[in-house]
């Protein structure tokens, strides 16, 4: 009985073991970011510079990184949105793609200079590259979430220019996980 006992003792201890290196092997495609916490706001310098809605900022691309991708990644598609945006319709602040499998996030500023790692989408103002926050002056804080889409599509696979909208269709049955991380501004 007991010998009985201690072999089902080990053969569950073993069962939880193995179930616990599983889960460990499989952790989480997630987004971070060292400029921000997630629901957190936003620094100024992330806002945008536009002298003509006086937005106050310095359009610095806040860094963001990612971990875990799944094995099959062949790049990244990244979107930033404002959902909020435009009494509620969002707003596409920036979109790149044909980013890498082997790009793990971008350093504070690549997103705004512009860079060989990614190419840029047209966000709502027709823009390739970043455009920060500026949302109108008094509003509740405006929620701007970034998120990044592991593919299995080739960097190259997409052409250049595509809206939110086109990149949707594109990598619709190629997207294998998606990750968000969401900061907030108010004016």
């Known amino acids: 009985m007991f010998r009985r006992l201690s072999m089902r003792a080990l053969g569950f201890g073993v069962t939880i073991a193995y179930a616990a290196a599983a889960s460990a092997a499989a952790a989480p495609f997630m987004v971070t970011s060292p400029?921000?916490?997630?629901?957190g706001m936003l620094a100024?310098?992330?806002a945008a510079d536009d002298p003509m809605r006086m937005c106050g900022g310095?359009?610095?691309?806040?860094?963001?990184?990612w971990a875990n991708a799944p094995e099959k990644t062949r790049s990244f598609v990244v979107f930033m949105l404002d959902p909020?945006?435009?009494g509620g319709q969002s707003v596409s602040h920036w979109l790149g793609y044909s980013i890498p499998a082997s790009a793990r996030g971008f350093a504070e500023g690549e997103l705004t200079r512009g860079s060989k790692n990614f190419v840029g989408g047209k966000g709502?103002?027709?823009?390739?590259?970043?455009?920060?926050?500026c949302p109108p002056v008094g509003e509740a804080a405006h929620h701007y979430v970034f998120t990044v889409v592991a593919t299995d599509l080739e960097p190259g696979a997409l052409k250049p220019g595509l809206t939110r909208d086109e990149v949707y269709a594109a990598i619709k049955g190629h997207a294998l996980a998606g990750a968000s991380i969401v900061g907030k501004y108010a004016r």
């Open 84 to 86: 909020d945006g435009l």
């Open 58 to 65: 310095g359009n610095v691309s806040p860094a963001l990184a």
């Open 124 to 133: 709502t103002r027709d823009n390739a590259l970043y455009i920060g926050p």
């Open 35 to 39: 400029s921000f916490s997630d629901g």
């Open 44 to 46: 100024r310098k992330n």
